[in-house]
T-cell receptor
Framework: EAQVTQNPRYLITVTGKKLTVTCSQN?????MSWYRQDPGLGLRQIYY???????DKGDVPEGYKVSRKEKRNFPLILESPSPNQTSLYFC???????????FGEGSRLTVL | KQEVTQIPAALSVPEGENLVLNCSFT??????LQWFRQDPGKGLTSLLL???SQREQTSGRLNASLDKSSGRSTLYIAASQPGDSATYLC???????????WGAGTKLIIKP
């Protein structure tokens, strides 16, 4: 089954404790991206990657890091999480810019 | 800077009605436009994808149109059902880069 898998789905952590949200897709897609979704602000793109070793900033990259060492994986790293990073995070992938975008189920992160 | 607006923010209609959701954008230099559905606490599901060279796409009871020159897209839902209740989002793919610009969504409630 074609899917985008994120882990963890739910996480509560404390300020400053590094964490990684993993994202994996099994569709051999070139393009992957991370979004956060907040009430009243909608979906905002954090980072995106057009291919292995190629990443670029989206609208709200501050406080986040990403890497794309393999085509299927695109982890999101919060080096020193802060409460304003409490949000619902989505990973997405598509074969190329003309293709349909597939989303993961989301990861709800709470930073205390 | 591209801005995407969805009106109305919320809509409640009786079951069986045909309805139209609107998406407008300020910059016509788009690559494509996608409509998504999001159920509460869930990820996003792609409904229809329209490339910039296309005027419309259809899938079952859904029809999406695109008018680049006027900066508008509509999502037409025929014979609405309670299961159509969800938030509908549109996203514009920019011609100049790989970014997607999102509308804030329309929350649709279909009353039985």
């Amino acid at each position: 089954e074609a899917q985008v898998t994120q882990n963890p789905r739910y996480l509560i952590t404390v300020t400053g404790k590094k964490l990684t949200v993993t994202c994996s897709q099994n569709m051999n897609h070139e393009y992957m991206s991370w979004y956060r979704q907040d009430p009243g602000l909608g979906l905002r793109q954090i980072y995106y990657s057009m291919n292995v070793e190629v990443t670029d900033k989206g609208d709200v990259p501050e406080g986040y890091k990403v890497s794309r060492k393999e085509k299927r994986n695109f982890p999101l790293i919060l080096e020193s999480p802060s409460p304003n990073q409490t949000s619902l995070y989505f990973c997405a992938s598509t074969r190329d810019r003309a293709g349909e975008l597939f989303f993961g189920e989301g990861s709800r992160l709470t930073v205390l | 800077k591209q801005e995407v607006t969805q009106i109305p923010a919320a809509l409640s209609v009786p079951e069986g009605e045909n309805l139209v959701l609107n998406c407008s954008f300020t910059d016509s230099a788009i690559y494509n436009l996608q409509w998504f559905r999001q159920d509460p606490g869930k990820g996003l599901t792609s409904l229809l994808l329209i490339q910039s060279s296309q005027r419309e796409q259809t899938s079952g009871r859904l029809n999406a149109s695109l008018d680049k020159s006027s900066g508008r897209s509509t999502l037409y839902i025929a014979a609405s059902q309670p299961g159509d209740s969800a938030t509908y989002l549109c996203a514009v793919g920019m011609d100049s880069n790989y970014q997607l610009i999102w509308g804030a969504g329309t929350k649709l409630i279909i009353k039985p």
